[in-house]
């Protein structure tokens, strides 16, 4: 059975930084392209980063472009958004998820498996 568990979200100031993790039981995230997205109150769910398991490249949402940054340790199968100069606009509810999405795709719900149950992150301002 798959598993994908989000950690590390919580209630920062504007300007802060927080790190997001998510753990997988069941799979390999070195084999599988993972992403972030985020839900906010009221909002459908969208892309925030992505990266691709065959060469590790990379991509953002334009929102979040410079400030995040997605990354993974196959040691301990895990992948981590790394968020910078957190505003107010990136409350949310953040998941990660597992898939193996075509490159045209990757920004896309639909292109992922596995999905956590996510995290909140809340900054005021």
């Known amino acids: 059975q798959v598993q994908l568990r989000e950690s590390g979200g919580g209630v920062m100031q504007a300007g802060d930084s927080l790190r997001l993790s998510c753990t997988a039981s069941?799979?390999?995230?070195?084999?599988?392209?993972t992403a972030w997205f985020r839900q906010a109150p009221g909002k459908e769910r969208e892309f925030v980063a992505a990266?691709?398991?065959?060469?590790?490249?990379?991509y953002y949402a334009d929102s979040v472009k410079g400030r995040f940054f997605i990354s993974g340790s196959t040691a301990m199968n895990t992948i981590d958004l790394q968020m910078d100069v957190l505003k107010p606009e990136d409350t949310a509810v953040y998941y990660c998820?597992?898939?193996?999405?075509?490159?045209?795709?990757?920004?896309?719900?639909?292109?992922?498996?596995?999905w956590g149950q996510g995290t909140q992150v809340t900054v005021s301002s």
């Open positions: 998820a597992a898939g193996r999405p075509i490159l045209s795709a990757i920004k896309t719900m639909t292109a992922y498996t596995y």
């Open positions: 990266r691709r398991s065959s060469g590790g490249n990379t």
């Open positions: 069941g799979i390999t995230f070195s084999t599988y392209g």
